[in-house]
């Protein structure tokens, strides 16, 4: 139960969760939109849950018991500093659009985040998955990230060298709470960031299906030689479907929405594709997308799923 002082301080909603997440999937669940940072320690000791876009999240059809906190206006500047031998600093909040910062750093001459271009999430999303395309990752370009660490009573910023960050993964406990981000970044030509920003948007949207709801991609690529949507073409799996969910003909990685489909319709048809890539590649793929009380068979080994994957 949120206090009252918590309830006043900020925007508390009863939500579905289907009209927070790109999927369009998940029941209901009560909502914080947090602006006030005294707040932070009375939502960690309710067990709340971390929402930005929605943009890699599947919510189970009954919803959540825990709070769930979206980072408000308080945590959604954008400001660059001064420029300084040929770099700058910029300054995002957790709750900042990473397009936005892609558009602001481009038209401001500061290169690296157009490779981002296309990539849906807010800035706390995309630290905690270090989003990336196959030319970067968002951390690495950071300088500094303003956490809450498990455990301890206040928000503090950890040096780049402090978060062992991998392939969408930034490596610090499960349970950290990303407030903010400081980039360096070096200068470039506005015009020539603007162009590669539109040319990577344009790639995505001939390669991925952009315009339908999904989560993004299902699956992490078992390896840079193996993408997860190759294998899952190759194993005769584009077109398949339970209910309304959908393996997209574009891109296998990608799991679609058609209209009414439910968690449970994506976590069968996660559960076809782990088997039969295990009993045909022997590769136990792992997945990328994030799960809120969604089956437990989604984060087993496949090899301990019973029945058939045709
Ligand atoms: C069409 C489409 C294309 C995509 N393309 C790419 C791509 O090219 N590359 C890529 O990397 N991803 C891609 N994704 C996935 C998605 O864009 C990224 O994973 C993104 O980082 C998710 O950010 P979000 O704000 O939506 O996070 P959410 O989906 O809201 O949350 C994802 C996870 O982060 C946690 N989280 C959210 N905010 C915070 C916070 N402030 N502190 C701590 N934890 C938090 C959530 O609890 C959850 O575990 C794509 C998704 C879609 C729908």
Known sequence: MLSAELRERNQVEQRELSRLTTI?????????????????????????RWLGKGANLLVGDDGVDEPVVRLGEAFSAIEIDSLCGGRAVV?????????????????????????LAGVPASIGGALKMNAGTAHCWILDF??????????????????????????????????????????????????????????????????QPLALRSAGCSFKNPSPELPAG?????????????????VSE???????NEGAARALDVARLVTRIRRRAWRKRQVALQLEVQ????????????????????
């Open 24 to 48: 369009r999937i998940g029941g209901p669940a009560e909502v914080v939109t947090l602006e006030d940072r005294r707040d932070l320690p009375e939502l960690v000791a309710a067990g709340a």
């Open 91 to 115: 300054h995002a909040g957790g709750a900042a659009e990473l397009a936005k910062l892609v558009r602001i750093c481009a038209e401001a001459g500061l290169a690296g985040p157009e490779g």
């Open 142 to 207: 950071a300088r500094r990230v303003e956490v809450l660490l498990p455990g301890e009573p206040e928000p503090r910023w950890l040096g780049r060298a402090a978060v062992p960050a991998a392939y969408r993964c930034n490596g610090l406990p499960a349970g950290t709470v990303f407030l903010g981000v400081e980039l360096e970044l070096a200068t470039g030509d506005p015009e020539a960031l603007r162009a590669r920003a539109t040319e990577l948007k344009q790639l995505k949207a001939a390669s």
């Open 230 to 246: 190759k294998l899952i073409d190759e194993l005769g799996l584009k077109g398949a479907r339970v209910g309304e969910a959908v």
């Open 250 to 256: 574009r891109h296998a990685n990608f799991i679609v």
């Open 291 to 310: 799960t809120w009380n969604c089956p437990i068979e989604l984060h087993l080994h496949p090899r301990e799923l019973e029945g058939d994957d045709d």
